[in-house]
C-alpha cells in the first residue's frame, strides 16, 4: 500500500476494502479518493421488477418483486387509515410507478396508493386503507421464477370466518335438514317449546288413504342421510402460485378454481349437500390455513384440485391420491407429493406467525381412521373420472401429501389431467370438460356417502 493511501486511510489495512476499489486507487489516486469517501447509504440503487396485487375476502397481497433484497420501515397511521412503508435504496422506476394502476374500486381493504420519493434513496409508498387492518410484511428469497420479494399481507382486524360465510347461504329449507343452524339462530340457546293444542280423538279410518306411506328407498347412489353433508373444495395453487404451467400458457390455478366453482355449485344443488371453497378468487392460501379452513367448518370431506405435470409431455390421465403415513405408493406419488408441498416456498409464507393449533393439527399423524375413509372416497371418485377420461393409474395412490393432513376429515387429492400434455391441457381449458369433471366428482361422491353416510352431529360446526 502506498504512503499517500495510509496518510489519506490509516485504519484500513491492505487486507481491507474492496480488491477492486483498490486497485482503481493505485491506479488513479484522484478517483480512488473520490470513489473511497463515498458513504454506505449511497450504494447503487435497486430496481423493481414486477409488482402484483391480489384482492380477496380473506386479505389483500402486495408483491414487490426486486433485483436485490430491499430495506424497508413501516407504519400505521390512523384517522383516516394508512398504512406508510419507507423502501430504502429503491429507484423509482416506471414499473413500481404502476403500482396505484393496480388497486380497483373492488378491492376489499385499499382505497388506493401513492408512491414516491420521500428523501434521497427512499421510496415511500402510502396505502389508504378503507378500514383498519392488521398488517403482515416480510421478505421472501429468490425462488422459482420469483427474485427478491417484498410481501404486504393485509389482514382485516377481525379475521373473516369460514364458518360464518357459510351459515349466511343456509336457506331455510337446507336449515330444517338435521337441526342446521343459521345464523340468526348460531348464538341462540335450545329453547323449550309449547306444545301444539291437542286434537279431539276420532275413530280411526280404515281407508287406503289414510294409510301412512313408507318413505321411499333412497337410489343406491343417493346418500341416507339425516343432516347437511358438508364438503370443502380446495382449488390448489393460487395468486402468488401459479401451480404447473402447460405448453400453450395455461395456469393450472385458473384451472382449479375453474373446476372448483362447477364442483361447489352442482353440491350445492344436491338437497342434502353443501360446499365451502378454501378460495373463491386468484389469491394464496398457505397450505396449514386451507386444513383449518376445513376443519373450521367441521367439514366431512376434503376434496383438493389440481391439474397434474410430468417433465414428459406424453404423460397423460386422471389420478386420485390421498394421504400416506407409510410412504408413497410409487416414485411419481413421491415426486409429486414433493413437488405440491413446495406450494408455500412458492407462494410465500410468513414464517414468523406460528400457529400452535395448527402445529397440533399437522402433528397428528396417526390418521387410521380417516385414511381408511379417504381410500373409500377415492375408489369411488375414480371409478367415476373413468367414464371421461383415461386413468392415469387404475387404483388410488398414496403419498404424504400436506394438504391432506386433516387428522379427522377424510381427504382426497384429486389430479383433473395432465396439464403438461398439449392435449389434456385442451380439454382443461374447455367449459363442457370442466363441467362433466364436476359432475363425475359429485357422482362419486354421493356412492360414497351412500354407503358410509356421516354420523349425526348436534351442531354444524365446533370449535376444538
Not at 53 to 58: K, T
Not at 116 to 126: A, I, K, M, Q
Not at 140 to 168: F, Q, S, T
Amino acid at each position: 500500500m502506498s504512503g499517500t493511501f495510509r496518510r489519506a486511510f490509516p485504519q484500513l489495512s491492505p487486507s481491507q476494502g474492496n480488491p477492486l476499489t483498490r486497485r482503481r486507487f493505485l491506479g488513479s489516486a484522484g478517483v480512488g479518493l473520490l470513489l473511497l469517501v463515498s458513504r454506505p447509504g449511497q450504494a447503487a440503487q435497486t430496481s423493481m421488477l414486477a409488482v402484483r396485487v391480489w384482492p380477496a375476502r380473506d386479505y389483500t397481497r402486495i408483491t414487490l418483486e426486486s433485483r436485490d433484497p430491499v430495506v424497508f420501515t413501516h407504519q400505521s397511521v390512523h384517522n383516516p387509515e394508512r398504512l406508510v412503508v419507507d423502501l430504502e435504496g429503491v429507484e423509482l422506476n416506471d414499473i413500481l410507478q404502476t403500482l396505484p394502476t393496480k388497486i380497483t374500486g373492488q378491492d376489499p381493504y385499499i382505497q388506493l396508493i401513492r408512491a414516491g420519493r420521500n428523501r434521497p434513496g427512499v421510496v415511500r409508498l402510502v396505502i389508504e386503507l378503507k378500514t383498519e387492518v392488521s398488517p403482515q410484511i416480510f421478505t421472501l428469497k429468490p425462488v422459482g421464477e420469483y427474485g427478491h420479494r417484498l410481501v404486504l399481507d393485509l389482514y382485516p382486524v377481525e379475521p373473516v370466518d369460514p364458518l360464518l360465510a357459510l351459515l349466511e347461504k343456509i336457506t331455510p329449507e337446507e336449515a330444517a335438514v338435521g337441526g342446521a343452524i343459521t345464523p340468526q339462530r348460531a348464538e341462540e340457546k335450545p329453547r323449550k317449546t309449547a306444545e301444539a293444542p291437542r286434537k279431539p280423538d276420532l275413530p280411526p279410518r280404515e281407508t287406503a288413504a289414510e294409510t301412512p306411506a313408507r318413505p321411499a328407498k333412497p337410489a343406491d347412489d343417493e346418500p341416507s342421510v339425516s343432516r347437511l353433508i358438508t364438503i370443502t373444495i380446495d382449488p390448489g395453487h393460487g395468486g402468488e402460485d401459479p401451480g404447473a404451467v402447460g405448453a400453450a400458457g395455461s395456469f393450472e390455478k385458473h384451472v382449479t378454481l375453474s373446476v372448483g366453482r362447477r364442483l361447489k355449485a352442482r353440491i350445492d344443488a344436491e338437497p342434502n349437500m353443501r360446499a365451502m371453497l378454501t378460495r373463491d378468487a386468484d389469491y394464496f392460501v398457505p397450505l396449514q390455513q386451507r386444513v383449518a379452513k376445513a376443519r373450521r367448518v367441521q367439514a366431512d370431506l376434503f376434496v383438493s384440485i389440481h391439474a397434474d405435470a410430468f417433465i414428459s409431455p406424453s404423460a397423460r390421465g386422471s389420478s386420485v391420491f390421498v394421504l400416506s403415513d407409510k410412504g408413497a405408493s410409487s416414485t411419481a406419488a413421491r415426486w409429486l407429493a414433493q413437488k405440491e408441498n413446495a406450494a408455500d416456498l412458492i407462494g410465500g409464507v410468513n414464517l414468523g406467525v406460528k400457529d400452535s393449533h395448527l402445529a397440533r393439527t399437522l402433528l397428528d399423524l396417526s390418521q387410521t381412521a380417516a385414511i381408511n375413509d379417504s381410500l373409500k372416497v377415492g375408489k369411488a371418485v375414480l371409478g367415476e373420472l373413468g367414464g371421461i377420461n383415461r386413468l392415469h393409474k387404475g387404483e388410488v395412490e398414496q403419498a404424504s401429501f400436506a394438504v391432506l393432513k386433516a387428522p379427522d376429515i377424510p381427504s382426497i387429492l384429486v389430479e383433473t389431467a395432465f396439464i403438461s400434455n398439449p392435449e389434456e391441457e385442451a380439454r382443461l381449458n374447455d367449459e363442457a370438460y370442466q363441467d362433466r369433471m364436476a359432475e363425475a366428482i359429485v357422482r362419486g361422491l354421493k356412492r360414497y356417502f351412500a354407503k358410509n353416510p356421516p354420523m349425526a352431529k348436534s351442531k354444524l360446526a365446533r370449535l376444538d
